[in-house]
Structure formats: structure tokens, C-alpha cells
């Protein structure tokens, strides 16, 4: 049997065989112990606890088994040291009965005659008040042994039942060698089926495989937000850049707004047309300028000195406007206009 948990580079393997009748196994870990340097990266933080997590299911799986294989191997320990026991009872019972046979040479006993039958009876009578016998006596048998014991033994009869009462205790360790071996096969054999029921090995697999995905699903998640954040700041970042360039283009464009209205009123004072006078205030009105009424720069204009007129309203003019001196010094007006 061979388990491999591999995902997202976990690579752990148990390989389980036999030898000499035991079991035997080795954990391989291949991508796991540490190795990985993981810094402070929430990503590699993650698949390293899911790489313990999953490694965690299958160790506790893998002790488990091995546990039951222990188990397994300790009912056969147990097997192998109570057949030890019946062969050395066995082998017991068997030079019990080599010396019988040698005691009934030695008394002449023929094998066929009537003492050598009414022995074995009174050697199975025997059997059944020592509880080795696995099956009771019949009537006849009874009728049979109580004809017996109306008269004394013979001297073989008597010499050969001290031995087979002897053999009755190595008798009685088979019986309970056979009992135990019986019930420690059983225990086993349950347990192997148990074992094909729970799939445990193969259960933990799957569930260290769902650790793996699940943690590769969750490193998915939080790189794709980490993509989604990164573009949120630079849209945030893009965003305040073109404030600012907006900005700065609104201070450009006042800027000229104030500069074309000056221009518009030099020419105005200067011309005295209405046409001037009405492009002022146009781009005044543009500007949402307070500053100055165009309406007077009409009424100046209408006025029989225009040189007068102008001279009159360039004090207003710097007054209200804030211009400076020296910005009005290039301003020539042409007395003949």
C-alpha cells in the first residue's frame, strides 16, 4: 500500500510492505521540516499551515494504522506462543503414550485382549473426571465400567492410568492452546475487516487533499485582492495626479482670464469704442470679475476728452484693479484718436 499526499508541492509518502511476516513502513517527507523560508509572505505563510495541517492528518492516520498493524502483530504473537504451546503438549502426550506401550510389552499385555479393553475404558473414564474428554460415556459404558470396578486392577492397569492421569494436564494445555488460537485468529480477521471498512489511510488522503485546496482557493482570494488593491492605489494615485493637473491648468487658465481682461480694459481705455468697451465687459462678465463696472468705461467713452477721460479712469482703474505702476507705464494713448 502506498499513500502520497502531493499538493501545491507537499510531497509526503508511507510505504507499507512486509518482511519476514511483519510489517514494515517508512515516512518519506519530501517538501516538509521547515525548509521554507517564509519572510513575512502571507501567501507561502498560508501554504505552509495547510502543508502542516495536511501532514497532520495523514501522520495521525499513518499512527493510527500503525497502531492497528501492532495490535494485528501482537494477536499473532500471541497465536504463534500458545501453538508453541500445543506442539510441546502434543509432544508430551505422544512419549506418555510411547511409555504405555512399552509398559504393556513389558507386561505381556496383548494389545487385543481384555485387560488392554477395559484399560482404555477406565483410561476414558479417567479423561472425563480430569474434563479432557471432549464426549461423555454411553450407558454401555457405564454398565461396562461398573462390572470393572467390582474387582481389583491389575498392576498394568493401575501403572498404566498413573501415566495417562499424568497427560491429562498436557491434555488440558491443548484444549485451552486450541481455544486461544481460535479466538486470536477471530480477533484478527475482525479486525482486518474493520480496517476494510474504515479506509481510514485513503480517508486521510482525501482530507488532506481538501486541506490543500482549500488553502490553495484562500491563496487565490487574497492574490487576487492583492491585484484589486494594487489597482485601487493606482487609480487613486492616477486620480490625484489629474487633480492636480486640473488644478494646475485652472490656475493657468485664470491666469490668462485675468490677463486677457487686463488687455481687453487697456484697449478699452485706449480705443473708447464701444465695441472695445462691450469685449471687456464680455470677458468680464466671463471672469465673473466684480472689479469694474463696464458701463462706466461707456460713459467714458462717450465723453468729448477722451485723453482726459481715460487719464481720469487709469487711477480708478489701478485702484480697483490692484495694477501695478509699473505694469501701466507701456500704455501710450494717442491724443489725435
Not at 113 to 120: A, F, G
Not at 143 to 152: G, M, N
Request: hydrophobic share 35%.
Amino acid at each position: 500500500m502506498k499513500l502520497t499526499v502531493n499538493a501545491a508541492g507537499f510531497n509526503n509518502s508511507v510505504h507499507m510492505g512486509t518482511k519476514d511476516g511483519q510489517s514494515v513502513r517508512t515516512v518519506k517527507n519530501a517538501a516538509f521540516g521547515g525548509a521554507t523560508k517564509l519572510g513575512e509572505d502571507p501567501v507561502a505563510k498560508r501554504r505552509e499551515e495547510a502543508r502542516r495541517q495536511a501532514w497532520k492528518v495523514v501522520e495521525n492516520a499513518w499512527k493510527n494504522d500503525r497502531s492497528v498493524d501492532d495490535t494485528i502483530q501482537s494477536h499473532r504473537d500471541s497465536y504463534a506462543e500458545l501453538e508453541n504451546r500445543k506442539k510441546g503438549a502434543l509432544a508430551a502426550i505422544d512419549k506418555t503414550n510411547r511409555q504405555k506401550e512399552t509398559l504393556r510389552e513389558q507386561c505381556g499385555v496383548d494389545a487385543d485382549s481384555q485387560e488392554q479393553q477395559d484399560l482404555l475404558l477406565l483410561e476414558k473414564e479417567q479423561d472425563y473426571k480430569n474434563g479432557v474428554l471432549d464426549e461423555g460415556l454411553t450407558d454401555e459404558e457405564y454398565d461396562r465400567l461398573a462390572e470393572i470396578h467390582k474387582k481389583p486392577l491389575t498392576e498394568y492397569q493401575k501403572q498404566a492410568l498413573e501415566l495417562n492421569n499424568y497427560a491429562a494436564d498436557h491434555k488440558r494445555e491443548i484444549r485451552r492452546a486450541d481455544y486461544g488460537m481460535t479466538a486470536e485468529k477471530q480477533n484478527v480477521s475482525r479486525i482486518k475487516l474493520e480496517r476494510l471498512k474504515t479506509h481510514a489511510m485513503v480517508d486521510a488522503q482525501g482530507a488532506a487533499d481538501d486541506i490543500m485546496d482549500a488553502a490553495n482557493d484562500e491563496i487565490i482570494g487574497m492574490l487576487v485582492q492583492e491585484v484589486k488593491d494594487q489597482q485601487d492605489e493606482k487609480m487613486d494615485e492616477a486620480k490625484e495626479k489629474a487633480d492636480e493637473a486640473m488644478k494646475e491648468r485652472e490656475k493657468r487658465e485664470e491666469k490668462l482670464d485675468e490677463m486677457k481682461l487686463e488687455r481687453a480694459i487697456e484697449r478699452a481705455m485706449i480705443e473708447g469704442t464701444d465695441e472695445a468697451v462691450e469685449e471687456a465687459e464680455r470677458i468680464k462678465r466671463q471672469n465673473d470679475s466684480p472689479d469694474i463696472q463696464m458701463t462706466d468705461m461707456v460713459d467714458l467713452a462717450d465723453s468729448a476728452d477722451l485723453k482726459k477721460s481715460v487719464d481720469q479712469n487709469l487711477g480708478d482703474i489701478k485702484s480697483s484693479m490692484k495694477v501695478l505702476e509699473a505694469d501701466l507705464k507701456g500704455i501710450k494713448v494717442d491724443e489725435k484718436a
